[in-house]
């Protein structure tokens, strides 16, 4: 596939959306830790198709991580460690936080600010993570997608993961378009072919 340049683009730079990768960590796939997600491989599957088209077609690509000073997170253990095949490039952003939102992390918030406010969220942790950027996002006047297939929510005590994760794109509804990996991917490509 070859890249296609927009030269709108150089003018608009909302038109040009930033993929943000979230917690993409060890943490969330090493079973029993306790914020293992089960069922985490169909979002993660999700997660290496838009990462694979990001890519082809040259956008921005942004991985944020969690870091915490505990036995989870904690950038000394492996668990911190990206989950295979999904290291960043040496040309892409890497941010790291202590907080759920991305924006806890300033360097995060002024690129998407200066990329021109508009990006595509995937990941874990999306009943917190992906909740509180997609709110902040609203509220620093961003524009956020959500691929709601290509991330995973934890169980919150009695209520199953998959109840969870529904009611959290139901939610960050309310503050950005949710949509689907493939659904998006289509998109991009009628976008580019019709140039722009």
Same mark, same amino acid.
């Given at each position: 596939?070859?890249?296609?340049?927009?030269?709108?683009?150089?003018?608009?730079?909302?038109?040009?959306?930033?993929?943000?990768?979230?917690?993409?960590?060890?943490?969330?796939?090493?079973?029993?830790?306790?914020?293992?997600?089960? /069922?985490?491989?169909?979002?993660? @599957?999700?997660?290496?198709?838009?990462?694979?088209?990001?890519?082809?077609?040259?956008?921005?690509?942004?991985?944020?991580?969690?870091?915490?000073?505990?036995?989870?997170?904690?950038?000394?253990?492996?668990?911190?460690?990206?989950?295979? !095949?999904?290291?960043?490039?040496?040309?892409?952003?890497?941010? @790291?936080?202590?907080?759920?939102?991305?924006?806890?992390?300033?360097?995060?918030?002024?690129?998407?600010?200066?990329? !021109? /406010?508009?990006?595509?969220?995937?990941?874990?942790? !999306?009943?917190?993570?992906?909740?509180?950027?997609?709110?902040?996002?609203?509220?620093?006047?961003?524009?956020?997608?959500?691929?709601?297939?290509?991330?995973?929510?934890?169980?919150?005590?009695?209520?199953?993961?998959?109840?969870?994760? @529904?009611?959290?794109?139901?939610?960050?509804?309310?503050? !950005?378009?949710?949509?689907?990996?493939?659904?998006?991917?289509? @998109?991009?490509?009628?976008?580019?072919?019709? /140039?722009?």
């Amino acid at each position: 596939m070859r890249n296609v340049v927009n030269l709108r683009s150089y003018s608009n730079a909302s038109l040009i959306p930033t993929l943000v990768l979230m917690d993409l960590q060890q943490e969330y796939i090493a079973s029993p830790r306790l914020f293992s997600i089960t /069922g985490a491989e169909k979002a993660l @599957e999700n997660c290496r198709l838009v990462l694979w088209h990001s890519r082809q077609v040259g956008l921005p690509v942004a991985f944020l991580r969690m870091v915490g000073r505990s036995p989870f997170f904690n950038p000394v253990l492996s668990y911190s460690n990206w989950i295979p !095949g999904f290291e960043p490039l040496t040309s892409e952003m890497v941010f @790291e936080r202590s907080k759920p939102s991305c924006y806890a992390n300033r360097e995060f918030a002024h690129a998407m600010t200066e990329g !021109g /406010g508009h990006f595509v969220l995937a990941g874990f942790s !999306g009943e917190a993570g992906c909740l509180a950027t997609a709110v902040e996002a609203f509220h620093h006047g961003h524009r956020v997608t959500y691929l709601a297939d290509a991330s995973a929510s934890l169980a919150l005590n009695q209520i199953p993961a998959p109840t969870v994760h @529904e009611t959290v794109a139901q939610l960050i509804g309310l503050y !950005g378009e949710v949509t689907t990996t493939q659904d998006w991917i289509s @998109e991009q490509m009628a976008s580019i072919s019709l /140039g722009g």
